[in-house]
Nanobody, 123 residues
Framework: QVQLVESGGGLVQAGGSLRLSCAAS????????MGWFRQAPGKEREFVAA????????YYADSVKGRLTISRDNAKNTVYLQMNSLKPEDTAVYYC????????????????WGQGTQVTVSS
């Protein structure tokens, strides 16, 4: 059973920071490209960032470049999303996901998903 469990969400003021974590079951973690998506109320789920299994390459949505950073620690089976300079428009449920396809921002290409963690940025 593949499992992804997100944590680290919460309420933060605009300009603040949060770090999200996603813990993965050991069997699958090192074989997959890991990504983060988010879904705001009334909107479609959108791609945020992805990272290769080695961590040597990353890929970001234009809207988050320079503010959000994805990283992973394969020894801990965990992928992170460091979020700085947060804006109210970053408010969403953030999902961790896994894929075998590099540089894809399509949610349909990600076969494994976590349950999501809420991030709320107040103005």
């Amino acid at each position: 059973q593949v499992q992804l469990v997100e944590s680290g969400g919460g309420l933060v003021q605009a300009g603040g920071s949060l770090r999200l974590s996603c813990a993965a079951s050991k069997r699958m973690f090192s074989n997959y490209i890991m990504g983060w998506f988010r879904q705001a109320p009334g909107k479609e789920r959108e791609f945020v960032a992805a990272i290769t299994w080695s961590g040597s390459s990353t890929y970001y949505a234009d809207s988050v470049k320079g503010r959000l950073t994805i990283s992973r620690d394969n020894a801990k089976n965990t992928v992170y999303l460091q979020m700085n300079s947060l804006k109210p428009e970053d408010t969403a449920v953030y999902y961790c996901a896994a894929t075998t396809s590099w540089r894809t921002s399509a949610s349909r290409d990600y076969g494994h998903w976590g349950q999501g963690t809420q991030v709320t940025v107040s103005s």
